[in-house]
């Protein structure tokens, strides 16, 4: 664990940003998982997928 007591921080980024996605890996962060995002209004369901 680093000298702050911080162990992890996650990121939440755009997968269809792959320049942004490049620099994050390179400065240290990893792909861990994919979640998704759901809203639910009066029209439907809208599903959003977030790395």
Do not use: K
């Amino acid at each position: 664990m680093p000298a702050s007591g911080v162990g992890e921080v996650p990121l939440f980024a755009d997968l269809a940003n792959s320049a942004g996605n490049s620099l994050y890996q390179r400065i240290g962060y990893r792909p861990v998982g994919d979640f998704a995002m759901y809203d639910f209004t009066a029209s439907g369901i809208r599903a959003t997928t977030v790395p």
